[in-house]
């Protein structure tokens, strides 16, 4: 069974930084794109960030500048580190993985639990 499980989320002022990790358990071979994706209160599911197995990464505007993606392929981790938060990245942040290869085939679509990031102003 494969899962995605992310961390680092929490409450910090405005202007601070958090880092956010996300890491794929389970008997993987390979994980494909993974990325991050924000749901505010009373909003639809936005994408922040994502990263090919390729690193290959893309940002939404909101957050170019202030948020970078990478990942550790040795250890299926993707993480997101946030520098200069604002009271609007307020949000569960989530993260997917697009494909991950294990010993019964591909598994497709995983989203992990998410976790909150409050930041106060």
């Known amino acids: 069974q494969v899962q995605l499980v992310e961390s680092g989320g929490g409450l910090v002022q405005a202007g601070g930084s958090l880092r956010l990790s996300c890491a794929a358990s389970g008997r993987i071979f390979t994980v494909g794109a993974m990325g991050w994706y924000r749901q505010a209160p009373g909003k639809q599911r936005e994408l922040v960030a994502d990263s090919t197995s390729g690193f290959s990464t893309q940002y939404a505007d909101s957050v170019k500048g202030r948020f970078t993606i990478s990942r550790d392929n040795a250890k299926n981790t993707v993480y997101l580190q946030m520098d200069s938060l604002k009271p609007a990245d307020t949000a569960v942040y989530y993260c997917?993985?697009?494909?991950?290869?294990?010993?019964?085939?591909?598994?497709?679509?995983?989203w992990g639990q998410g976790t909150q990031v409050t930041v106060s102003s």
């Open positions: 997917p993985a697009a494909r991950i290869t294990t010993p019964r085939g591909p598994v497709f679509g995983s």
